[in-house]
Each structure stands twice: as structure tokens, then as C-alpha cells.
């Protein structure tokens, strides 16, 4: 499995700098591909399009650069239809300047708002490069991961970036006229990936259903639900989380699957967006996430067609024994 870092040329300073935060985690050279630095790029006497063609349909796991200048090309646009029919693994990153309320990226075909985030945040960046550890190896010495992320996020504040302005609107001028009432001209807001409780509600709701969402997920929302849980814990103490569950696990005849795989599982929640710090410790670290209220106040009154699609992921993790007739 590789790692294709879909982008506009124009953003390749933040590509390579991405380049050089997988590389110093451990993710080996031949495990990515970046078309901007012909070490990463394309082999000599290759056609361009069938070799990207080719190297998407080999699944790799694609970051999404997105930026303005991202959907102004063509090119990109393409990747990114290319990969979501073949429904890679992905993440979206954002660029400093990104207008999350550009008319594109609400959009797109591709909904990049269920795993994204902007290079600047530090936390979100952890989460990722822990999401990133499923399926590469990386480096399990967390002093060289943190230096990495301080260096990333350093060189990436040290780049001046175009400030990116919000699309133009035509403007349509209205000529007074005697004894005729002007118009009034209504514009709608923009909604944003968390402009009201709707929104987010509706994307949470849409990932269960399109099946986006891995058993030990929807597991976990099993959990949360059946002990009224809203918080759960992490940082240092996500062990006291992962025991809690090894303990409901066993009351309910349910495999190890959540409390094995409870750290990333925690972390795709908070890429999803679907929770909150909400207790850090002394150090400003997280110790403590939540369940956006968005989501928590509707989870006792789940669609039944959610709540099947739960209960068959929980099914097939019951212990064996359970399936036995008698």
C-alpha cells in the first residue's frame, strides 16, 4: 500500500513539507507517491494518466492537499473523482487559507469534510499520523512523532501564503424607477461543515448509512449508547477507557474487537469530526473527549434503519458461542 498526496503543483511547498513529516515518521520513500518532487513522481518514459490511473486503482491511501488552487485544476479534480469511485482510503487536508465555504469544496463530489482538517493543527495532525499507523509502519518512538509535528507545523507558519478572498459576487444594479417598489434581493448564507446542529447530525447519520463506518465504530457507538456515556477518555487516561470496556465486553459476550482497536478507533472519530476535547491536563494535553452535542442529544432516538445497521455490527462480533442452537 502506498500513500498518494493528491495536489495542486501550486501548493508543492506544502507537500513537501507533508513529504518530509511522513518520511521523518518512518514511512519509507517507495510508499509515496508526490508528482511535484521526481523522486515520488512518475517514472521516466511513463504516460502521465495511465501511471496515476493505475496507481489509484492499487487503493492507496490518498491525502487529499485541498486548497483553492486545488479546484481551479482540472487535474485534481480528476484524482479526486478517480479515487472516490474506487473508495479509497483518505483524509483531507486543508491548507492555512482554505475557505471551507467555497461553493467547490461543499460540492464536491468527494465529501472531504468527514476526515479533514487544517496543516496548522497540531492535534489533529497526532490523530492522523495514529490513523496513518493502521496500515504503514511508523516510528513507535512518540519523541521523534512529536518532533516531527513541531518542525511540520514551524515550517508550515513560516510560509507566506496568498491570502486566499472569498469568490466575488456579480453585482446586479437596480435602477430606481418612479412608483415602483425595489426588489429586494435575498442572498443565502453559505452553510459551513458546522454552520447549525443539522449539518453534522446529517453527516454522522449518512456515514452509518453509505457504511463508512468500521465495526469497531459502530461498536463503540454501541458502547456509548448502552452505558450513557457522552465522554470518553484518552491521553493518559485512555487505559482506564480501554479496561471499562474490556469489562463490557466480557458482560455482553462481545469479542476484544473495540478495546483492542479502541486508540485508533477514538481518532477516527475525532477526524470525522464527531467529538470534542473537552478535559485537558496540566500541559494543555487531551485527557478527555466528548461526543458533540450535535450528535449526543439525537442518540437515544436513532433511525431504526441506524440502529440495524448497529445491531448487525454487533452481532457479528458476538462470541461464537452465541451463535451455537440448541
Not at 490518498?62 to 482510503?89: H, P
Not at 449539518?199 to 456509548?224: C, G, M, N, V
Not at 461526543?291 to 442529544?297: D, G, P, Y
Request: net charge negative; aromatic share 10%; charged share 30%.
Amino acid at each position: 500500500m502506498k500513500i498518494f498526496i493528491s495536489h495542486s503543483s501550486r501548493n508543492k511547498y506544502y507537500g513537501d513539507r507533508l513529504v518530509d513529516l511522513l518520511k521523518s515518521i518512518g514511512i519509507k520513500d517507495d510508499e509515496i507517491i508526490f508528482t511535484s518532487n521526481t523522486a515520488y513522481g512518475i517514472p521516466v518514459g511513463q504516460n502521465i494518466f495511465n501511471w496515476l490511473k493505475s496507481q489509484i486503482t492499487e487503493k492507496p491511501f490518498v491525502i487529499y492537499l485541498l486548497s483553492e488552487e486545488y479546484y481551479q485544476s482540472i487535474t485534481c479534480l480528476n484524482e479526486m473523482g478517480a479515487a472516490w469511485i474506487i473508495d479509497n482510503k483518505h483524509a483531507a487536508l486543508f491548507t492555512p487559507n482554505f475557505n471551507l465555504s467555497s461553493k467547490e469544496f461543499q460540492n464536491c463530489a468527494l465529501d472531504p469534510r468527514e476526515i479533514g482538517f487544517y496543516i496548522t493543527d497540531e492535534y489533529k495532525i497526532m490523530s492522523f499520523i495514529e490513523l496513518i499507523s493502521e496500515d504503514f509502519e511508523i516510528s513507535k518512538n512518540h519523541i521523534i512523532i512529536s518532533q516531527s509535528i513541531n518542525k511540520f507545523i514551524t515550517e508550515i507558519g513560516k510560509y507566506k501564503s496568498e491570502i486566499i478572498k472569498p469568490p466575488t459576487r456579480e453585482v446586479v444594479q437596480i435602477h430606481e424607477k418612479p412608483n415602483i417598489e425595489k426588489e429586494k434581493i435575498k442572498i443565502e448564507p453559505v452553510k459551513t461543515a458546522s454552520s447549525n446542529q443539522t449539518d453534522l447530525f446529517s453527516k454522522f447519520i449518512s456515514s452509518i448509512t453509505s457504511e463508512k463506518l468500521k465495526d469497531d465504530e459502530l461498536i463503540l457507538l454501541h458502547y456509548i449508547v448502552e452505558t450513557g456515556k457522552s465522554k470518553l477518555m484518552t491521553g493518559w487516561q485512555e487505559q482506564n477507557e480501554i479496561d471499562n470496556i474490556k469489562e463490557w465486553e466480557l458482560i455482553n459476550e462481545i469479542d476484544n474487537k473495540l478495546s483492542r482497536n479502541y486508540p485508533s478507533t477514538l481518532r477516527r472519530f475525532e477526524l470525522r469530526g464527531f467529538t470534542e476535547i473537552s478535559a485537558v491536563t496540566s500541559s494543555n494535553n487531551p485527557k478527555e473527549l466528548r461526543i458533540k452535542e450535535e450528535i449526543s442529544n439525537h442518540l437515544l432516538n436513532l433511525p431504526d434503519g441506524v440502529l440495524s445497521i448497529i445491531a448487525e455490527s454487533v452481532k457479528r462480533s458476538r462470541k461464537k458461542d452465541d451463535d451455537l442452537s440448541f
